[in-house]
Structure formats: structure tokens, C-alpha cells
């Protein structure tokens, strides 16, 4: 979530939560990195991120079982008090998924500050609004299903 203010609002929740949408990206998605080896999980934010992430792991169970994890934006005050849920490991190889990236800092701010090494970022929407190049000073691939060309062009 860069805060940028936009003249448009994306809105994949009714893709990301219908069985066919949700599919159709977890496929997209795990073959993005099933080949990736040296993975451990994939993670992203909260809410964009969770259903996805979900899909993933569960597309993946045959054949390359690949855990997933969240990054809350605030950690709560009962529970596990966690920032990050789920089977986060530090010091672990992680892709990010986010559903939109703007700028593409959040959530590699979140899971580097514990250790872990990113691989790529892999997002629904790349806005173009730098993400990419901001991604690509961190050494940071970025690699986007769709980009606001493909969906508003």
C-alpha cells in the first residue's frame, strides 16, 4: 500500500474470491514459481494478498508444496501478537504476491526487516507508477500478471 492517491480503484476481490477467478490466478501464479527451488513460502499483505496466497499453497500440495504466510499491516494486541502469520520462517527464500503495486516497497520492507531473503515480487496489477525500477535498485524482479495498460488500455 504506497498511500498514492489514484483517479481509479482496481478492484479484484469479486476475481480473487470466485472459485474460477481464484483458480485461474493460483495457476498463473504457482507456475510462476513452482520451478523455484530454493523457495520456502510465499507471502504478501493483508487483505489483497490472503486469498490468493491461499489458493497457491493449495494448488501446490501435488507436485511442489509451497507454505504461505500473511504480513499484517498492525499487529494486533491479543493472540500471537505476530506482524507476520502463518509458516514464516526468517532467514528463509520468499515471493511476494501483491494483488496491486504502485511503488512495490511495503511489503518487502516487512519481511526483509526479518531476515528473509526476497526472490521476486509477483503482482495481479502493476500500476506502473515505478514499482518495477523501484524493485530493480533492490535487485528485486518484479513480475506482473496484468499492468493498468492491459486493463484500462
Not at 507454505?67 to 502469520?85: L, P, Y
Not at 532467514?91 to 526472490?119: E, Q
Request: charged share 30%.
Amino acid at each position: 500500500m504506497s498511500g498514492a492517491v489514484s483517479n481509479y480503484y482496481l478492484d479484484k476481490k469479486p476475481t480473487m474470491f470466485d472459485p474460477e477467478g481464484a483458480h485461474l490466478v493460483a495457476e498463473l501464479v504457482f507456475d510462476l514459481l513452482k520451478d523455484e527451488r530454493d523457495v520456502d513460502a510465499i507471502g504478501g499483505l493483508e487483505l489483497g494478498a490472503v486469498p490468493i496466497i491461499v489458493a497457491v499453497c493449495a494448488r501446490s500440495w501435488h507436485g511442489r508444496p509451497v507454505a504461505g504466510f500473511v504480513v499484517r499491516k498492525e499487529i494486533k494486541d491479543h493472540g500471537t501478537e505476530q506482524k507476520i502469520d502463518g509458516n514464516f520462517k526468517p532467514d528463509s527464500t520468499v515471493i511476494l504476491f501483491d494483488d496491486v503495486t504502485t511503488k512495490g516497497g511495503s511489503v518487502m520492507r516487512a519481511v526483509r526487516g526479518r531476515g528473509a531473503r526476497v526472490r521476486k515480487i509477483i503482482t495481479l496489477v502493476d500500476r506502473l507508477e515505478g514499482a518495477s525500477e523501484n524493485l530493480g535498485k533492490e535487485g528485486i524482479e518484479l513480475v506482473a500478471l496484468y499492468t493498468t495498460r492491459d486493463l484500462l488500455g
